[in-house]
C-alpha cells in the first residue's frame, strides 16, 4: 500500500496506482478485508496531503488533490465489494456509474469554490511561465479553453482511468493463473449499441444546436463513458487476433503497449478512436466468428 501511496502522488503513477491494490485485493478471500485495503489507502492519501499542507493548510486544496486517488479507491472498492452479486462486466459498469457521480459533485463543488479555482489558476500561470508561453498565447482563452475541454471530458476521462486499472489487474491476475487468453473473448451485450449511438447522437445536437454549457457537458460525457467500454471490447478484438498469430500474447502486455502510445502524438489516435471504432464495428462485422456471443470480463 505504501508503493500504491507514492505512485498515486505522481503525474502519469496517478493513473495507474490501483493496478497494485486490485491484484493485492484479488487475493484476499473475504469482501471487508478488500473494503478495508482501500480504505487504509484512502487515509493514506489524505494523510499525505495534510502533511503537505502544514504551513499553508487549505481544506479546498486538500479535496482538489486528494480527489482523484480517493475517488478511484472508492469505484474499485465498490467492484470489488459486488464481486459476489454482479458479473465482472456489471461491476465494471456499475463502479463507472459510481465514477461519474463522484466526478459530477466534484464538478459542482469546484465550479463554487473560489479557493480552489485560484489554486488552479496559479497552476496554471506557473505553467505558463515555465515553458515560456506567458506572453505569447491569450492566457485567458487558453484557460477557457482548458476548462470548457474538462468540463466536457471529465466523466470519460475517469472512467478510462478506472478501467485501465481494472483491465490491467485483472489481466495480472489471469496471467498468474496462466490463464493466457484471457480478455481475447470481452464483449458487450448488442443492446449497448443503442447507448452508443443515442449518447453520441445527443452529444452532436447539443453542438449544433449550441445547448446549454451543463446539459451540452453531460452529453458529451455520456457519449465518452459508454466510448470507453467500446474500447475495451476494442481491446479485445486486437488480444484476439495477436493471439491468433502467437499463442503467448496477453491482454498484459498490449494494455502496456496501449499505455505508451496513448502519449505519444499522432499515436494516440489509434488508442482513442481506433479502439471504440473497432469494439462498435464488431456488432456488424464477425471478427471473432469463432468465439461464442457471450458477456465474458
Known sequence: MAVCLVISRLSVGALVFAVPLLVSAGSLDRPWKKVVLFLVEMVGVIAWELVASIGAFSTSVVILTAFFPCMICLCCMCYEALEQRMSKVYRTVASSLLCCLLLGLFSLWFSKDAIAMQYVDTMLEVSFQLTGMSEAVDQDAVKNAMVLLLSHSVAGAGCAALGFNILFSESVLAARQARLDWGSDIRLPEYFIWAFLGSWALALFSYLGSWNVLVSSVCWNLALVISVFYAVQGAS?????????????????????????????????????????????????????????????
Open 237 to 297: 478484438i486486437v488480444c484476439f487476433w495477436q493471439r491468433k498469430r502467437n499463442e503467448r500474447a496477453t491482454m498484459q502486455a498490449l494494455l502496456s503497449l496501449m499505455m505508451l502510445l496513448a502519449f505519444i502524438p499522432g499515436a494516440n489516435a489509434l488508442v482513442v478512436a481506433g479502439l471504440p471504432l473497432l469494439g462498435v464495428l464488431e456488432t456488424w462485422i464477425g471478427f471473432r466468428k469463432n468465439k461464442d456471443k457471450e458477456i465474458s470480463l
